[in-house]
């Protein structure tokens, strides 16, 4: 059966527009000019999708979507609104639209999100949809149940359900990346590829073909063709980490990729198209930067469709102990000859009154030092060290703990791999020893 779709708006020239592009992708559309004429028409007849406008003379988009909810709640609504009109956009979500798109609309992308939105109706049809999976946990998790991590999840779950752009901001070391990955794996793009970049890690000369690719020969060195980060990230999404720090060329091409889809590689004269969800990421003060003419203000409107802030660990101190805990955990499976087995009550204490300006970072590896320098099973106060420039305490041996050679030389090989972050081609050659060397030292300590 051929799906119906209602476009209501009160442009004329838009309506006609929608109506080709959505005709051209085999569905049966409906044209209304106002509100009172949609819900008539919804009224009367089947209609399987609206897309509405936001502004609008009368009852506007996002009324029009209330008293949908509540005369047809199962009825998707995607909902078109102006460039930069934020405030829309996340009330919009919050209101329970499908999804919005911001004007200028891509025709593909309002095309697939039509799609997504009558694939929903037909589950919601066949059988009661399930409740949503967990947010996805493992490895530096999201971990915490206080009011700021809480807000956190529930910004995360609706920002998931839209394709829009989205700007996550927050200090260093409060978790951005982890963010983006929670919004990628509760979206549906989550069997589609996640790519994150740090933009300040690559060279400036190199970014442009890092990020679209390049052709043979497009420039010295480029012996082989690359397809670039936003071809790998086609059909899912892109994290462009510290995006404050690209120039101020390559945000000119950056916001025409945004607005059309479009990317050129290097050195081609051809253009192809991708579907990427974008995540900006920064801990940098964009619109400063934008006063100061160091970023494009219609970039920065492009990315912050919408915002997403995460706390800082001084402002969620209710979830250090669990924190804590967990990075116990993580450490003690990577040095697994460490005694340290548990922290005591004072020192969740201490831990939970510290100012962490590292966050959350800086709490991990402050939990790791003490695992790998740790002599006994319950860690106290002055086991643990904050900076890893302080010395560290119990080092050199305690008194009524002498260490051996072979104790010494298993703690300096746990903490170099700590460091190294497990790399154990660098831990060995920091230790001077080849990596074979360093699998029969961590096996013959197994044994």
Request: glycine content about 6%; hydrophobic content about 40%.
């Amino acid at each position: 059966m051929q799906s119906r779709v209602l476009i209501v708006d009160d442009d004329r020239d838009t309506r006609l527009l929608l109506d080709s592009l959505l005709s051209s992708d085999g569905h049966a559309c409906e044209l209304a000019s106002d509100a009172a004429s949609a819900m008539a028409l919804v009224d009367s007849r089947r209609v399987d999708v609206v897309v509405s406008d936001v502004i609008m003379e009368g009852m506007s988009g996002l009324d029009l979507l209330d008293r949908f909810k509540q005369s047809h709640p199962a009825l998707p609504v995607v909902l078109i609104t102006a460039a930069g009109a934020v405030p829309h956009a996340v009330d919009a979500i919050k209101r329970g639209a499908f999804q919005y798109v911001v004007k200028p609309c891509d025709s593909k992308g309002l095309q697939r999100i039509v799609r997504d939105a009558l694939e929903t109706r037909r589950h919601r049809t066949e059988s009661p949809r399930p409740s949503p999976p967990p947010l996805p946990f493992g490895g530096f998790d999201l971990v915490g149940s206080g009011p700021a991590m809480t807000a956190l999840r529930t910004n995360i779950d609706l920002v998931a359900r839209s394709s829009a752009p989205v700007l996550v901001t927050g200090e260093t070391g409060a978790g951005k990346e982890l963010v983006a990955r929670a919004i990628h794996a509760r979206s549906n793009r989550s069997r589609r590829p996640f790519v994150a970049v740090n933009m300040s890690a690559i060279p400036k000369e190199l970014m442009e073909a890092e990020i679209f690719g390049h052709v043979r020969g497009a420039f010295t060195g480029a012996v082989q063709p690359r397809k670039g980060l936003f071809t790998e990230a086609d059909g899912g999404t892109l994290l462009l980490d510290e995006i404050g720090d690209i120039s101020f060329l390559l945000q000119a091409k950056l916001l025409r990729v945004l607005q059309s889809g479009a990317i050129r590689p290097v050195g081609s004269e051809r253009e192809h198209h991708v579907d990427v969800r974008v995540i900006a990421a920064t801990h940098r003060n964009l619109p400063a930067l934008v006063t100061e003419g160091r970023f494009r203000e219609d970039l920065f409107f492009r990315l912050n469709v919408l915002p997403v802030l995460v706390p800082p660990l001084r402002h969620r101190r209710e979830d250090i102990p669990a924190l804590a805990e967990r990075f116990l955990a993580e450490a003690r499976q990577r040095a697994p000859h460490s005694p340290v087995r548990s922290l005591r009550p004072d020192v969740l204490r201490m831990l939970s009154e510290a100012p962490w300006p590292g966050n959350v970072r800086e709490l991990a590896s402050c939990i790791e030092r003490a695992v790998v320098f740790g002599v006994e099973a319950i860690l106290d106060v002055e086991s643990v060290r904050f900076r890893s420039d302080e010395p560290t305490l119990g080092w050199p041996f305690p008194s009524n703990s002498p260490w051996t050679l072979r104790r010494l030389s298993r703690a300096y090989t746990e903490w170099v791999l700590a460091e190294t972050g497990g790399n154990k081609e660098r831990a060995a050659e920091i230790l001077g020893i080849d990596v074979s060397t360093l699998y029969r030292w961590r096996r013959a300590d197994k044994d």
